[in-house]
Structures are given as C-alpha cells and as structure tokens.
C-alpha cells in the first residue's frame, strides 16, 4: 500500500477539505474508477428486484414522483 493520509497529513486537514480532497481524487479516476464487488447474495438480490420490476413495471416511481415525495417532506 502507498502513503496514508496521516503520512501526508491529510488527517491534519479540516473535514471540509478532506471532503474536497477526496471528491477531487475520485473525480480524477474518470474511467478508472473501481466497480464495487458484489456478493453472490447480492447479484442474486439485485436480478430478483430487476425481476419484479420488469413484471411489474408499475411498481417504478418517475424521478417527478420521487421529488415531490421528497420536497413534501421537507
């Protein structure tokens, strides 16, 4: 492994620019950036979910939906 933050003294920084620090890095990976691992668990979850959608299409709310549910709970 290469340097950690506290040999950097990233650690030292304030959580503002530790958070900037870190968006600036993942953003530099572009198409580099890493895929999650899935567990089998989670593939078998996720082509379920995928499943039950396509069966049911209507269960899917529009992004619309979604906002104004958000918004009206505010």
């Known amino acids: 492994m290469g340097p950690t933050m506290k ?3 990233i650690d030292q920084l304030p959580a503002d620019q530790r958070a900037a620090l870190a968006l600036e ?5 572009g198409d ?3 895929q ?3 567990t089998t668990e ?9 499943a039950d959608l396509d069966a049911n299409p209507g269960m899917a ?3 619309e939906q979604i ?8």
């Open 7 to 9: 040999d950097l003294g």
């Open 32 to 34: 580099e950036t890493p």
């Open 36 to 38: 999650p691992l899935l």
């Open 67 to 74: 906002r104004a549910n958000v918004e009206g709970n505010r």
């Open 25 to 29: 890095i993942w953003e530099s990976l």
């Open 61 to 63: 709310l529009s992004w």
């Open 42 to 50: 989670q593939r078998n979850d996720l082509a379920r979910r995928n």
